[in-house]
T-cell receptor, first 114, second 113 residues
Framework: AQSVTQLGSHVSVSEGALVLLRCNYSSSVPPYLFWYVQYPNQGLQLLLK??????LVKGINGFEAEFKKSETSFHLTKPSAHMSDAAEYFCAVRPSGSARQLTFGSGTQLTVLP | DGGITQSPKYLFRKEGQNVTLSCEQNLNHDAMYWYRQDPGQGLRLIYY???????QKGDIAEGYSVSREKKESFPLTVTSAQKNPTAFYLC????????????FGEGSRLTVL
């Protein structure tokens, strides 16, 4: 079975500081991994995805994530936070070749302080 | 523009009433999904459909029903049997690729009074 753990339900950073949101997964086979962002009372928007090509994945709005198989991690980073980055972020996993659907983490609420 | 349209965005209902949430997509995706979102619990899969006239239960299907009569449409009915229906409901769709990247609607917020 696959699962996703997001460490830290709430993260606060100052504007201009590094953003680091943590995601660890478990999967018995090579996974597909995703980061989604959700603004209040809206649907989810794809930030980036890992599909077994490059381990460092670049997404929209300056975000990137690195797939580390040895650590079973897919942490999301952004070098410099902007006020508009304040939102909830979800990590999701789907084992390749599986009949299972995406499994989502419980989410991390990012607050950006002025 | 292609996308997923959910309606209504906000809905109030009395206990004991069934309510149907609409989801329409014009992305020509084969698969459609319904998720429920509660604070601090992420997204939980209610039902999904990979082909017209067929659908499968997700992790929390009890108290819900769906239909898939057209490729573009996947309505969700929240029945009176659902014990705690107040939540944010998200519809999504995808191609049947191995990665199953999801595209989401804007969501429907249901409040039971």
């Amino acid at each position: 079975a696959q699962s996703v753990t997001q460490l830290g339900s709430h993260v606060s950073v100052s504007e201009g500081a590094l953003v680091l949101l943590r995601c660890n997964y478990s999967s018995s086979v090579p996974p597909y991994l995703f980061w989604y962002v959700q603004y209040p009372n809206q649907g989810l928007q794809l930030l980036l995805k890992y599909t077994s090509a490059a381990t460092l994945v670049k997404g929209i709005n300056g975000f990137e994530a690195e797939f580390k198989k040895s650590e079973t991690s897919f942490h999301l980073t952004k070098p410099s936070a902007h006020m508009s980055d304040a939102a909830e972020y979800f990590c999701a996993v789907r084992p390749s070749g599986s009949a299972r659907q995406l499994t989502f983490g419980s989410g991390t609420q990012l607050t950006v302080l002025p | 523009d292609g996308g997923i349209t959910q309606s209504p965005k906000y809905l109030f209902r009395k206990e004991g009433q069934n309510v149907t949430l609409s989801c329409e997509q014009n992305l020509n995706h084969d698969a459609m999904y319904w998720y429920r979102q509660d604070p601090g619990q992420g997204l939980r899969l209610i039902y999904y459909s990979q082909i017209v006239n067929d659908f499968q239960k997700g992790d929390i299907a009890e108290g819900y029903s769906v239909s898939r009569e057209k490729k573009e449409s996947f309505p969700l009915t929240v029945t009176s049997a659902q014990k705690n229906p107040t939540a944010f409901y998200l519809c999504a769709s995808s191609l049947l690729s191995d990665s199953r990247e999801l595209f989401f609607g804007e969501g429907s917020r249901l409040t039971v009074l």
